[in-house]
């Protein structure tokens, strides 16, 4: 009877684990353990006995439930709606905004593409520094990327709770100063000593990639990918018509393939840019779980908002208020006489830390500079 | 059966003396738990009888205010046994959750040259999860380790060996046992994933938001005084409510917190003129009472007349 138990559970586990459930043998060996516990054993309490002791996440609930439906053979007994990740058919079109950029450039009659006459009085690796973003050549464009591997990005860290032993440390070590006296005959001898221990600070980037912010967005993510070893932890988000966290695909990808997919996957919708939208989804949705313990925010777009700007300036200040420091970087602000008067950029002005230009090398070696020195209190002028 | 959750006496003698968290049954788990106030639906009552009778965790997850970490006060309740807790932070570590050596004691030790062993019981202060595991229970303690989602995530290390064999190593006075299995609820808000390893060493129970019927039960159990109607009117409010987006929808605890206002001010109705001034008890953002306390007021009021 035990035998044909655990059979019937290694079968169910099997195609829990076929269907994505992470069950190890030691769940087989509870979930086993608790079929024979439940009296009487009817199907209600066959299905919350397995439950308790195979799942042990919450969205690993609805896949359990389908496959228990199915595995006893009455899809109708535990109804529960599956539900379902948003799918894009496949007429979704492969149009990108770099796509088009791509081509533009691919065309040698392009006139952007020549290069202006002041340019060659200043050297090679200035012009690289200055160039923006946009104006430049795919030759440029895989020299700045070589470039920006050399860039450290060492966010300013801040003091966590936790202890370790240091020479000149604020604070005693007794625990270290007990076992020293114990040597010494009763005489602390020495004053060990002991101070926080330093934590990093997470990042959080929220990047627009509609339009012409996608080339920006992707030399920045870029410019964070060579960085996610070391700095940790950092999540990303990026949006056009809605938001979507690409953390994970950018874990497991290229940078540039990750993007791809975010970009097709939200050119579908079309349409201007909500960025009212999209920061209020990161506020109601994500903000609780990322933007904490002290997290620094960089919001990289342009401000055009097709929606209400003083619902973007609500947005910016709820995000504001969770964050330590938030940075807006907008790739206009290096253009020569830009002046923040888009309705939307105007309106999030008044909410933000920091507001800096990400248009070329320099921008970006300024950020990291600038980043590297945010002070500790919240709101305080950088030095 | 007469269902008095205010009474002072949980269970009957009889009961009691049957009321031990290893060998209770669901039926009998189920209506303890219901004497003692507390509402839960079959698969939160399974989950607990198999999480005492296995000796397992029991890890909880749901929005705030569902009942979790009054889940933990009420199994205290019932098996008449401490409630050891501890409330999880941000650079909780070992010394305010497990042990600190005296540190004092020990110098002062040194210093009058007696030359005894400085790691001996005596000089052990004892945090929550030692004393959970401490063999001088008579029965096993409840061990409440609250929104863990708060600690570190270097914390939960700490909890493995704790939850997977109910003992603490302490390198100076070896691994200590528990005589007493603590019955162990872990809560969570779920404001960050809390590691695998330390949930599969758990039964695991996500809590969702109740129906409108066992919400009404709650609420009766809680606020027995309120009128039968105006709390079946109080829970079709907040069930509506929650339905709305907001930036914290009410959990339980507030409905219970808003019935028991409701009572005190003496509401014999639920309109405009006493929800309004009363939305600071269910909603805990400027944003969400401007929004509630808008037109969107008299959609929702009128949701409870049905």
């Keep these: ?383 | 059966m007469t269902l008095d959750p205010r009474a002072p006496e949980v269970g009957t003698d009889d009961d009691r003396a049957r009321l031990e968290s290893r060998t209770i049954d669901r039926d009998q788990l189920a209506r303890a738990l219901e004497r003692a106030g507390y509402i839960a639906d079959d698969a939160l009552v399974m989950t607990l009888f198999l999480a005492l009778r296995m000796e397992r965790g029991l890890f909880v997850e749901g929005a705030p205010g569902v009942g979790k970490t009054l889940l933990a006060v009420t199994l205290a309740e019932i098996f008449e046994t401490p409630l050891i807790r501890l409330q999880c932070y941000e650079g909780l570590d070992l010394a305010n959750a497990a042990y600190e050596w005296n540190y004092p004691r020990q110098l002062l030790e040194v210093q009058a040259g007696r030359g005894g062993d400085l790691y001996r019981d005596e000089f052990l202060l004892r945090r929550p999860l030692l004393q959970a595991i401490d063999a001088s229970h008579a029965r096993a303690p409840v061990l409440l380790v609250d929104e863990i989602d708060r600690a570190d995530e270097e914390f939960e290390a700490y909890l493995l060996e704790l939850l997977g064999d109910f003992q603490i190593t302490i390198p100076e006075l070896g691994t200590l046992r528990a005589k007493h299995r603590p019955i162990a609820i872990l809560t969570s808000n779920r404001t960050r994933e809390v590691h695998d390893a330390l949930k599969r060493r758990c039964l695991y129970h996500w809590i969702e938001y109740p129906s409108a019927e066992r919400e009404v039960a709650i609420v009766r159990a809680r606020v027995p005084e309120l009128d039968a109607v105006l709390c079946t009117r109080v829970v079709a409010f907040v069930q509506a409510l929650r339905k709305v987006e907001l930036a914290k929808p009410p959990g339980v605890a507030e409905t219970v917190d808003w019935a028991t206002a409701l009572h005190h001010l003496g509401a014999t109705r639920l309109d405009a003129a006493i929800a309004r001034p009363t939305l600071g008890l269910l909603l805990k953002y400027v944003d969400d009472v401007e929004r509630a306390g808008g037109p969107l007021l008299d959609d929702l009021l009128g949701a409870t007349d049905a």
């Excluded at chain 1, 309490?45 to 690993?60: G, S, W």
């Excluded at chain 1, 950018?250 to 050119?267: H, K, M, W």
């Design chain 1, 1 to 383: 009877m035990r035998d044909a138990l655990v059979a019937d559970v290694v079968g169910f586990a099997r195609s829990l684990r076929a269907a994505g459930l992470p069950i190890g043998i030691d769940q087989i060996a509870r979930c086993t353990e608790a079929l024979a516990l439940i009296d009487p054993p009817s199907r209600r309490n066959a299905y919350l006995a397995a439950r308790a002791t195979l799942v042990y996440r919450q969205p690993d609930l609805a896949v359990f439930d389908r496959e228990f439906a199915r595995w006893l053979g009455d899809p109708t007994a535990e109804p529960q709606p599956m539900p379902r990740a948003p799918r894009h058919g496949p007429k979704a079109s492969n149009y990108t905004a770099l796509v088009a950029y791509m081509a533009q450039r691919a065309n040698p009659s392009d006139p952007e593409a020549d290069v202006p006459e002041q340019r060659k009085a200043a050297s090679a690796t200035e012009l690289l520094h200055s160039c923006d973003f946009a104006d430049c050549t795919d030759d440029e464009r895989r020299a700045l990327a070589r470039a920006m591997r050399e860039l450290r990005l060492d966010v300013a860290r801040r003091t966590s709770r936790r202890f370790q032993p240091a020479h000149a440390g604020d604070r005693l070590d007794l625990p270290r100063i007990v076992r020293d006296a114990a040597k010494h005959g009763g005489v602390p001898a020495q004053l060990a000593r002991r101070r926080a221990k330093i934590k990093s600070r997470p990042l959080i980037v929220i990047a627009d990639i509609s339009g012409s912010m996608e080339l920006y967005a992707r030399l920045l993510l870029q410019f964070l990918h060579g960085l996610e070893h070391r700095h940790r932890p950092t999540e990303v988000f990026v949006f056009g018509t809605r938001l979507t966290r690409i953390t994970h695909e950018l874990a497991l990808r290229d940078p540039d393939e990750a993007l791809d997919r975010a970009a097709r996957a939200i050119s579908d919708y079309g349409g201007g840019t909500r960025i009212a939208d999209s920061l209020h989804e990161l506020n109601r949705r994500y903000a609780r779980r990322f933007v904490k313990g002290g997290a620094v925010v960089l919001i990289l777009s342009d401000g055009w908002e097709t929606g209400d700007p003083a619902a973007l300036a609500a947005e910016v200040a709820k995000l504001h208020a969770r964050a330590h420091r938030l940075v807006w970087l907008n790739p206009l602000l290096g253009r020569e006489g830009y002046e923040p008067r888009v309705r939307g950029m105007a309106a999030a002005l008044a909410h933000i830390d920091d507001f800096l230009p990400i248009h070329n090398l320099n921008a970006l070696e300024q950020l990291a500079r600038h980043l590297s020195k945010l002070p500790r209190r919240k709101g305080a002028l950088v030095s």
